[in-house]
């Protein structure tokens, strides 16, 4: 099985990874401005695309597989509730692109992806078509991380070898989603783990909400406006729900409600669509007309984009920038180069192309969706236990050291490869 990384290595973004010259795993882009594509676009022509969640870094660049036509354009494997997700992101890229000057693919490309599309649901064992004459064979399992998204477990017939790739996973708890299930992944010889949080253990999560809440308390008690800034899928209706169950009534702006509109319709893959349902019909949601109103008085907004890259919450940034009673709470991880880690950083962010000093309140609370060190080192123990006997690590910024860890401490072999490596694997 020939591996080759189109991205994602030593970095958080843009995952794409090609198996065989024509099986592709992801096909992201790194949401940075301009955003950064996988290497080789508009050379590869892959006859499968599966697609593990709908996080723009994973599915962003799927439809632009699609210009080469109908009779040339891949098949592709994803929960429906990632392909109506994709579709809602790969159309905001869309306007994004003609606001910041970058075209990667058109209405007609989204279309097209839709037509291509192959439903999968968790746990079954399907046939790759197109690709194969049925000599791979494909397995999604809950990946625990956002609705829909999925671990990836690809056999090769003919080779009579498999590979497990965890795209983006989570087995802690969550309000919105069922955990990952390691007992119930399949074996693989290869295993490809992502390694977001590697050598960071995330806090316990009652104690987060905790200390999220007393600071948003406060906040409002001073007269304050309290900013969450929180990606549209997966964050934004998390956060609505922790807020909802200790009585908090947020403000709701940006794309994070089109989203729960979009999970409403796909029950099954939430772990309580009554208590999601429940916490959005409380909330106030906002539009452009009404953002005046929602800052006129003590208020917790809830607002894309969660890493500052653009979004309503660059308005209510410039507003409360100089009001020391207001708080910006960032909900998660902010990738180097984005505007979030700017203000962590230094202080400032731009907003138009202005820079702006931040002076309200900064604070970082890790309402992560990923898998925590110790959870990840388990990962790669368990599937070696079980026989894998090659582990690459990506999507994180540092791969390297992780690898180091498998190799120095369990003498596994385990590479953290470089964008554009290719590795073959007998
Ligand atoms: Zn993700």
């Not at 500052?308 to 180069?337: A, C, F, N």
Request: glycine fraction near 8%; proline fraction near 4%.
């Amino acid at each position: 099985m020939k591996i080759k990384f189109l991205g994602s290595c030593n970095e958080v973004g843009r995952s794409a990874i090609l198996v065989d010259g024509k099986i592709l795993l992801d096909y992201g882009l790194r949401p940075s401005d301009p955003p950064e594509i996988p290497l080789g676009s508009g050379t590869i022509f892959p006859k499968s695309v599966i697609v593990s969640h709908a996080h723009l870094d994973h599915s962003g660049m799927v439809p632009s597989l699609m210009s080469a036509g109908r009779d040339m354009a891949p098949d592709v494997y994803m929960t429906p509730i990632t392909s109506a997700l994709t579709q809602l992101l790969g159309r905001d890229t869309i306007k994004v692109g003609k606001d910041q000057g970058f075209v990667f693919f058109g209405e007609e490309d989204i279309r097209e992806m839709d037509a291509h599309t192959h439903a999968v649901t968790y746990g079954n064992r399907i046939p790759l078509d197109g690709s194969s004459n049925g000599d791979y064979e494909l397995e999604l399992c809950n990946a625990g991380h956002i609705p829909g998204s999925s671990a990836v477990y690809l056999r090769k017939e003919s080779e009579n070898i498999s590979l497990f790739y965890t795209g983006d996973i989570k087995m802690d708890v969550s309000r919105l989603m069922e955990s990952a299930s390691p007992d119930e992944f399949p074996a693989a010889d290869i295993l490809l783990i992502e390694s977001t949080y590697y050598d960071r253990e995330h806090r316990n999560r009652k104690e987060l909400e905790r200390e999220f809440i007393d600071s948003i308390t406060e906040t409002l008690d001073s007269g304050g406006n309290a900013i969450v800034p929180c990606f549209a899928v997966g964050r934004t209706q998390e956060l609505v729900m922790i807020l909802h169950s200790y009585g908090l009534v947020p403000y709701v702006d940006g794309m994070g409600l089109s989203v729960f509109r979009l999970f409403k319709n796909h029950p099954s893959f939430l772990k309580d669509a009554k208590a999601l349902n429940d916490a959005f019909s409380d909330a106030q949601f906002v539009n452009s007309k009404r953002r005046k109103k929602a800052l006129s008085e003590p208020s917790v907004i809830v607002t894309t984009a969660g890493m500052l890259s653009g979004g309503p919450v660059l308005y209510y940034l410039k507003k409360i920038h100089e009001d020391p009673r207001s708080k910006v709470l960032l909900t998660g991880y902010q990738i180097e180069g984005t505007n979030g880690r700017r203000l962590v950083e230094e202080g400032c962010v731009e907003t138009n192309g202005e820079i702006v000093k931040v002076n309200a309140g900064v604070e970082q609370y890790d309402f992560s969706a990923h898998a925590g060190d110790s959870e990840l080192k388990e990962l790669v123990s368990r599937f070696c236990r079980n026989g894998t006997e090659v582990v690459f690590m990506v999507h994180g910024e540092h791969t390297e050291e992780f690898a180091a860890w498998a190799r120095e401490n369990h003498g596994y072999n385990a590479i953290a490869p470089k964008n554009g490596e290719e590795f073959v694997i007998e």
